[in-house]
């Protein structure tokens, strides 16, 4: 019920559509009442009282009641798909705003495929319960209401006959709707289940042709829609044999009915016309119990989906993304104080850690895989926070800093460059909005990717693809450089930012990444020795333990960690051989 008044609220935003709907369902439903006074009087006042001359006027009053009836109704479908498309914007929009507050943490956790399923599938649901499953059991009460009066006005003992079967279809339905949710839950999570493993699969389409792992790829995809339609078919045998059982109880109440009328008729208490009008007012008092059905469909999958959705909407922000200290400049004076950090209950990803850099110091972080490098850059751009410790900025602790203001200040260039499904100029602007078009061919020339930019005959209107898929790996990260160019931050972070880059180009790139480096703070994760020589200084990490620091040749003369990576095969070119 909580659950269902949260729904409800929503509709509090559209006020004026909402009460229009809701006047013309009172209008619709009074108006049932015509059909069957009209045949009320058609049998005791016309037929038994000899009165053609009453024929034509009832029937103009029964015709002109259906048509203002249909009219009504089809403004009120108008108004009701007008108020969903709303409303399910309102809450998409809300649900993706809140996405983008959401810690990068959440997003470990929580696939892609199940978040698209949540905002394409789980938002409609939700909303439909508005207008599908609260409008229609709103007029259906209303219906139910206004046709009992109608009734009891004319004949209260027919009306208990006629409500006998209420209360054995009220158990069932009841139990039922207990039943079908988890039921309905059950298949929500399979679907999810489903959008995820199609989401990744589509993403890795590439890797999965490179192995020829379309068979194994296939029959995992086979196996979560068999378990969608196994779930799905666990709600439909249930509602196959209560639905069945319902209406078989409520149309035994006709028989029971007319039996009772006839024999109150014959007995002379009640005139022919009251049974045949209560046969079709029945219609209308029984119309909204064929509704339970859909409705209780509705009502559940609409609950269910609401739910999920509601618990993004309630997961706690990311904390300090406007708020904060927002200091006047950024002078780059970084430092970590005993700074520990676990992405799980597993061992640390980074210990204990202490490192200094000053303003413009390039400090290059080197180890092996799992050794903690990135760890410091998600820490430094706060998409994680410490567990221990903390990290300073010009001497005022991170962790009171805006986060929109620190990463204002911050140029990062991935790894894995991504690239959005949009022109080249859009992704570009990214870092900064309000770029020239001669500055962003600037960036690019000075990241060397004018060039193939120039080669595509739409240049900067050029469409990426699917993250970036119409580039190359290299070209792809000399993009992503230019962006960082065209930013010119104080604080810079480079993830190993020339890795996709062929030597002839690593050259003229470099270049153009000392410029950049130049009177900044920057950390570099780097493999290769040609990115660190320049390094101020190079810590050299281990298992999330800062074991050595110092200049290049500082650490090949300790011939410690560090010189066993480069024997490793760190460096494109080994450290001499004595």
């Not at 922000?317 to 950090?341: K, L, N, Q, Y």
């Not at 092996?368 to 490098?373: I, L, N, R």
Request: charged share 20%; net charge neutral.
């Amino acid at each position: 019920m909580s659950v269902l008044l949260r729904i409800l609220r929503h509709t509090f935003r559209f006020p004026l559509l909402s009460s229009l709907s809701l006047l013309m369902a009172v209008l619709c439903t009074a108006l049932v009442l015509v059909l069957p006074g009209v045949t009320m009087r058609f049998i005791d006042v016309i037929i038994a009282k000899n009165r053609p001359d009453l024929i034509l006027s009832t029937a103009l009053t029964g015709i002109g009641a259906i048509l203002a009836r249909q009219l009504l109704f089809t403004g009120r479908t108008v108004i009701n798909n007008l108020l969903e498309l709303k409303l399910t914007h309102l809450v998409r929009v809300e649900l993706y705003d809140k996405l983008q507050r959401l810690p990068v943490k959440w997003f470990d956790s929580n696939s892609s495929g199940e978040i698209m399923s949540r905002v394409s599938d789980d938002v409609p649901s939700m909303d439909r319960v508005l207008i599908e499953g609260v409008d229609q059991a709103l007029a259906a009460i209303l219906q139910f209401l206004i046709v009992i009066g109608y009734m009891l006005w004319h004949s209260w003992q027919l009306t208990l006959v006629t409500l006998i079967p209420l209360p054995f279809i009220g158990l069932i339905t009841t139990w039922w709707a207990r039943r079908s949710e988890p039921m309905w839950r059950a298949s929500s999570e399979a679907s999810s289940a489903l959008n995820a493993i199609l989401h990744d699969n589509l993403a890795g389409i590439r890797q999965i042709k490179a192995y020829t792992v379309e068979p194994k790829a296939l029959d995992t995809f086979d196996k979560a829609s068999r378990k969608v339609g196994e779930k799905h078919m666990h709600v439909m045998r249930g509602q196959a044999m209560v639905w069945p059982a319902v209406s078989f109880i409520a149309e035994s109440g006709i028989i029971l009915m007319v039996a009772f009328g006839a024999w109150w008729a014959l007995a002379g208490k009640i005139s022919p016309g009251v049974v045949i009008s209560f046969l079709v007012a029945w219609g209308f008092l029984f119309d909204p119990i064929s509704r339970i059905n859909p409705l209780s469909q509705t009502f559940t999958r609409g609950v269910v989906a609401a739910k999920r959705v509601f618990t993004i909407i309630d997961t706690p922000e990311e904390s300090h993304i406007t708020e904060g200290i927002r200091p006047a400049a950024m002078r780059g004076h970084v430092r970590f104080e005993d700074v520990s950090f676990h992405y799980s209950d597993d061992s640390p990803a980074i210990r204990k850690l202490n490192i200094e850099a000053l303003p413009g110091e390039t400090i290059a972080l080197v180890g092996a895989t799992g050794a903690g490098k990135s760890t410091v850059l998600n820490l430094l751009t706060r998409f994680y926070e410490p567990d221990g410790g903390r990290i300073l900025l010009d001497g005022v602790p991170l962790a009171e800093i805006s986060k929109e203001w620190l990463r204002d200040q911050l140029g990062y260039v991935t790894q894995e460059s991504f690239l959005f499904n949009t022109t080249l100029r859009e992704n570009l602007l990214l870092a900064r909005h309000d770029a020239t078009d001669e500055e962003l061919w600037a960036a690019l020339e000075a990241a060397n990717a004018a060039s193939f930019v120039r080669a595509h005959p739409e240049g900067l209107d050029t469409i990426a693809g699917e993250r970036g898929s119409r580039f190359s790996g290299g070209e792809k990260q000399r993009l992503s450089i230019a962006r960082a160019l065209l930013k010119n931050p104080p604080l810079l972070l480079l993830d190993e930012a020339t890795s996709a880059l062929d030597n002839r180009t690593e050259r003229l790139v470099q270049q153009a990444l000392e410029n950049l480096r130049a009177e900044r703070t920057c950390f570099v994760i780097a493999h290769r020795l040609s990115t660190v020589r320049q390094a101020n200084r190079i810590c050299v990490l281990d298992r999330g333990t800062l074991v050595e620091q110092g200049t290049h040749d500082e650490l090949l003369a300790l011939n410690g960690a560090y010189a066993k990576l480069c024997d490793a095969g760190f460096a494109i070119d080994p450290r001499p051989q004595a």
